[in-house]
């Protein structure tokens, strides 16, 4: 009779070490799945306009590419100051108080405001004109201890256009829109200043506060200039059909800071995608995230490329003539 309980036993042993094993299988792989970090990004973006847009886009892909799947392992905070300055800094300490742990500052204010509130949590920023000017950073290649990015203000981009305003529009008067208020924007006019001023032609300005205003500041060029330059400015770009529409029932020829703003109707623009400098912070936020690198050992980057797109409708609307020689400047903008 003992023999039979001792197999009883053994049999019974080795089906709780079974079951043990199994359990301690199971518990180990859901320790690891309660373990499986998910990093929350808190996005910052100005305003709502093509370029913004699209920048927030490529940002959000490269982080994808580098292996961050929305829904799995990051989740992205997205708030928009819809063009308030004020909003920007009460979503940066939103952030803060999350606790987030990387901030992307799609264009200046977002970028200010973010610094303001932390000097810990990582920052990225894109769609910035004068990162030093706007004290985000001392130098490209010396980005501060918690924050780096890439600009919007590529060094040639803004001379070209000029150029193609004086030099082959003949301008001698250009009507410059922008928010004074937006630091970006006071450079880049300074640097229109610089260009054309030289060739002969005179800027005249037309400050605004908000979106409501652009309307009737482009009104207010009317009979004025030969042509309105639009700089990559936030509050201006936010209401562009406004001055669009100016532009085309007056026969003004219309140019701006960058591409996207051009396909909606402007005659021409010398730029880049925003949607590639977008990208190009997303993968310093990638490194950032996986501990690769800090902030302070990632350079700001420029756009990596450039060119001269001629938009022929909107020329059509505004009065100008299109030459086939302008194609050995740039390239031409059929519509999509």
Known sequence: MKKPVKALTAIVASAA????????????????????????????????????????KGFK????????????????????????????????????????DLIFANATPGAVAALNATKDIPIVFTSVTDPIGAGLVK????????????????????KKTISFIT??????????????????????????????EPKGAKIVEASVSTSAEVKQAAESLVGRVDAIYIPTDNTVVSAL????????????????????????????????????IGYQSGLMAADILKGNKKPSEINVEL????????????????????????KDLGEFYEGE
Do not use: R
């Not at 005659?267 to 925003?274: C, D, I, N, P």
């Not at 450039?306 to 505004?318: F, G, R, S, T, Y």
């Open 139 to 158: 130098a490209f290649d010396k980005p501060g201890d918690n924050i780096t990015g890439t600009t919007d203000n590529h060094p040639d981009a803004t």
């Open 167 to 196: 030099d082959e529009i003949g301008a001698k008067k250009i009507g410059v829109i922008y928010n004074s208020g937006e630091q970006n924007s006071e450079v880049q006019v300074k640097a229109v200043k610089e260009i054309a």
């Open 17 to 56: 070490l079974l079951l043990a094993g199994c359990g301690g299988k199971e518990a180990s792989n859901q320790s690891k799945d309660e373990a499986k970090k998910v990093v929350t990004v808190g996005i910052s973006q100005f305003a709502e306009h093509p370029s913004l847009d699209a920048a927030t």
């Open 303 to 326: 756009p990596k490329s450039l060119k001269l797109v001629i938009n022929k409708k909107a020329a059509e609307a505004q009065g100008v003539k299109v030459k086939d020689e302008w």
């Open 61 to 100: 892909k490269a982080l994808e590419d580098q292996g961050y799947k929305e829904g799995d392992n990051i989740k992205f905070d997205e708030q928009n100051a819809q063009a308030d300055m004020n909003n920007t800094q009460t979503i940066a300490n939103n952030f803060v108080g999350d606790k987030v």
């Open 241 to 276: 059909e406004s001055v669009i529409s100016v532009a085309n029932s007056k026969k003004i020829p219309l140019f701006v800071g960058e591409l996207d703003s051009m396909k909606k109707g402007a005659v021409a623009a010398s730029g880049f995608e925003y949607y590639d």
